[in-house]
């Protein structure tokens, strides 16, 4: 008589987890380790940072094997430190700026280990998802949590001022701003912030590009119509006191306060901004608007995993069997209304239901983002960290008028240029 598995006894101590198989009344035990994976992630508070430990637990509870551990700290700025060090984590999320990693071989390419059967596809994601972190057909980083810029609004001020829709260009925008500064003159139309996830954008949106065409991504195109046209539109909104730059908590604590009529921000400082507001007023979110070309753009922002070298094969299979979990339906669903990101699958975004989109704005404008073709991926060459500060730079030096947009553009595409060339460093 074949021997049948009859019962599963999991004891998660001392490391290890033990499997009995009774037949016939005889009682055959395997011990097996436990694998240990160490997850560096920096989510230390809020709706993400529950809903990412109740995820993991979920995880440890259905994977008996496996054990993953959270260690609440910026793995982006120390992860390379503990490689040298000869302690990384096995698993880590990491930002976009993922060039020094590359450099610093610190990285296994995830290819092998989540995609192929029972793995992640890029049918089942997000172009812009899919491809964020993809250098030469590997992918050596897979979004974790994916952000989109977006704008928040007081609805109720916009209603007291007249204005009944949304903008749907940045001309539009315009438009609405200065009739609130007519209406509300101690108030602030917009607050805005000078990085680079939210200046590129409306440059994409009027017809930009990254790179100069043919330049195999070593020049940038900075000098461009698009640019022009981006840098003084915010100067002139700036000039005419209908816009500040503003940061972070800054921002929500002034539009809680009803100081601010439109907010910059990512979907995921929606929930952020509702605690800020605490019910004072009813607030909106729409998406940046279309730009010059006829169309919207956005880039997607936000945290990756990445898999860290110097692990047994053990553990590397153990850290890809949490990556390939992470997107399935069942914890991409959870994380999308609980975290305050949308799902980064489109089967788990089609499964948010309807009722909730229309409660969490911030939420349903980033699933459409995330959707949208015009939406892409960070930019992956080793120095667009240091292109993306210059582009800060200037762009503030511009727009609150230390410089000529001319001056700034000028000095942006010599600087810029210099990174991607390698002839420049920070």
């Given at each position: ?39 560096w ?7 993400v ?11 440890n509870?259905?994977?008996p094997?496996?054990h993953?551990t959270?260690?609440?700290t910026?793995?982006?700025?120390k992860?390379?430190a503990?490689l ?15 060039g ?6 610190a ?9 192929g ?8 994601m997000?172009p812009?998802?899919?491809s ?9 980083r ?7 810029s ?7 001020m ?5 204005i ?7 001309a ?8 609130i ?8 139309p917009l ?5 680079s ?15 100069l065409?043919?330049s ?16 003084n539109y ?31 921000g990512?979907?995921a ?7 800020a ?6 607030v ?9 070309s ?5 880039l997607?922002?936000?945290l990756?995993?990445v ?5 047994t094969?053990a ?6 069997t949490f990556?390939?979990?992470?997107f399935?339906?069942g ?25 909730y ?16 073709p015009?939406?892409i991926p960070?930019p ?9 500060s210059v582009l ?26 210099a990174?991607?060339s390698?002839?420049a460093?920070?």
């Amino acid at each position: 008589m074949k021997a049948k598995w009859t019962t599963w006894m999991v004891a998660l101590a001392a490391g290890s987890y033990c499997v009995v198989n009774a037949s016939q009344g005889a009682v055959q035990a395997q011990t097996q380790p436990i694998q240990q994976v160490t997850l560096w992630e920096s989510h230390n508070g809020g709706p993400v940072a529950d809903a990412m430990t109740y995820l993991v637990n979920w995880f440890n509870r259905t994977h008996p094997g496996i054990h993953v551990t959270i260690d609440v700290t910026k793995a982006s700025t120390k992860a390379l430190a503990a490689l040298a060090a000869g302690n990384p984590p096995v698993l880590a999320e990491i930002s976009h700026y993922d060039g020094s990693f590359l450099n610093a071989h610190a990285l296994l390419s995830l290819n092998p280990y989540i995609m192929g059967k029972g793995g992640v596809s890029a049918k089942q994601m997000y172009p812009s998802v899919w491809s964020n972190g993809e250098v030469g057909n590997q992918h050596y980083r897979i979004m974790a949590d994916a952000k989109v810029s977006q704008l928040t609004y007081n609805t109720k001020m916009f209603r007291q001022a007249g204005i009944k829709s949304t903008p749907e260009t940045w001309a539009q925008l315009a438009s609405d701003l200065a009739i609130i500064k007519r209406k509300f003159p101690t108030v602030v139309p917009l607050a805005y912030k000078d990085s680079s996830a939210h200046i590129l954008p409306p440059f994409l949106a009027n017809g930009g590009q990254l790179f100069l065409p043919g330049s195999n991504q070593h020049k940038t195109d900075f000098l461009s119509p698009a640019a022009y046209e981006t840098f003084n539109y915010f100067r002139t909104l700036y000039a005419k006191h209908e816009m500040i730059f503003a940061h972070g908590a800054n921002i929500r604590s002034d539009f809680g306060a009803g100081k601010i009529a439109v907010a910059d921000g990512t979907s995921a400082g929606y929930e952020k901004i509702l605690e800020a507001v605490h019910g004072r007023f009813p607030v909106g979110v729409f998406a940046y608007p279309k730009g010059s070309s006829g169309h919207t753009a956005n880039l997607v922002q936000g945290l990756g995993f990445v898999m860290m070298m110097d692990h047994t094969k053990a553990q590397d299979a153990a850290a890809a069997t949490f990556i390939k979990w992470w997107f399935r339906d069942g914890p991409q669903v959870y994380w999308g209304e609980h975290s305050g990101f949308p799902p980064e699958t489109r089967s788990a975004a089609s499964h948010i239901p309807a009722s909730y989109k229309a409660t969490h704005p911030g939420t349903s404008v980033a699933i459409s983002e995330l959707a949208s073709p015009y939406t892409i991926p960070r930019p992956v060459p080793n120095a667009y960290n240091e292109v993306q500060s210059v582009l800060d730079s200037y762009f503030y030096k511009a727009v609150t008028g230390q410089m000529s947009v001319k001056m700034a553009l000028t000095q942006l595409q010599q600087q810029a240029d210099a990174y991607l060339s390698g002839s420049a460093q920070l």
